[in-house]
């Protein structure tokens, strides 16, 4: 139980366009979702965090009109990553939340973004 | 500031051995503490977690010991196989309104040796 499926797993594309990445919940209803950046052999960096229907909140010093949230359901969220440069070359991580309290985060496996 | 330490960065271990990777907290409003272990180019999979009203909880090889007047907690892998080779996240968060918010280590990368 308790999968986040996370699409695509790898993406390439030119610097300028923008991209797309989804989490599902696959088997729970998630409240709340986060999203992740993680670098190379460093830890996970909270972009922000989603409550199904209204407007992410952001952390400090994330772009939030580069980085654009949606969570429209109980079991999607996207992030898009808009004009994307070279910069924003790395690995998304969400994570969802179930409704309950006191439940743990559960991760999807990661989006590899390269921008060339 | 980073309210979560995480020691050590790396740590080589014999297989067999025990593993033992430590985390030390600053905000005493926390109230949840996971493990998640993560292979690379995978995200982390939860491992085992704790709350602060009791001061170890086992699951197979894995054990958390919790310290709440030191404000420190580690995990213990018993037995370590090299299939354990990945990296550690100790991680601590806050209830209510924070959303439940994760505030993660900076990682152990654990090798075991077979």
């Known amino acids: 139980g308790a999968v986040v499926s996370q699409h695509p797993s790898w993406v390439i594309c030119k610097s300028g366009t923008s991209v797309k990445i989804e989490c599902r919940s696959l088997?729970?209803?998630?409240?709340?979702m986060f999203w992740y950046r993680q670098f190379p052999k460093q830890s996970l960096m909270l972009m922000a965090t989603s409550n199904e229907g209204s407007k992410a909140t952001y952390e400090q010093g994330v772009e939030k009109d580069k980085f654009l949230i949606n969570h429209a359901s109980l079991t999607l969220s996207t992030l898009t990553v808009t004009s994307a440069h070279p910069e924003d070359s790395s690995f998304y991580i969400c994570?969802?939340?179930?409704?309950?309290?006191?439940?743990?985060?559960?991760f999807g496996d990661g989006t590899r973004l390269s921008i060339l | 500031q980073q309210q979560v330490k995480q020691s050590p960065q790396s740590l080589i271990v014999q297989k067999g051995g025990i593993s033992i990777i430590n985390c030390a907290y600053e905000?005493?409003?926390?109230?949840?503490f996971p493990w998640y272990q993560q292979f690379p180019g995978k995200g982390p999979a939860l491992l085992i977690a704790i709350r602060p009203d009791v001061s170890e909880k086992k699951e197979g090889r894995f054990t958390i010991s919790f310290n709440k007047s030191a404000k420190q907690f580690s995990l213990h892998i018993m037995d370590s196989q090299p299939g354990d080779s990945a990296t550690y996240f100790c991680a601590a968060s806050k209830g209510g309104g924070s959303n439940y918010k994760l505030t993660f280590g900076k990682g152990t990368l654990l090798t075991v040796n077979p």
């Open positions: 088997d729970f209803q998630a409240t709340t």
């Open positions: 905000n005493t409003a926390f109230d949840y």
């Open positions: 994570s969802a939340r179930a409704f309950m309290g006191g439940q743990p985060q559960h």
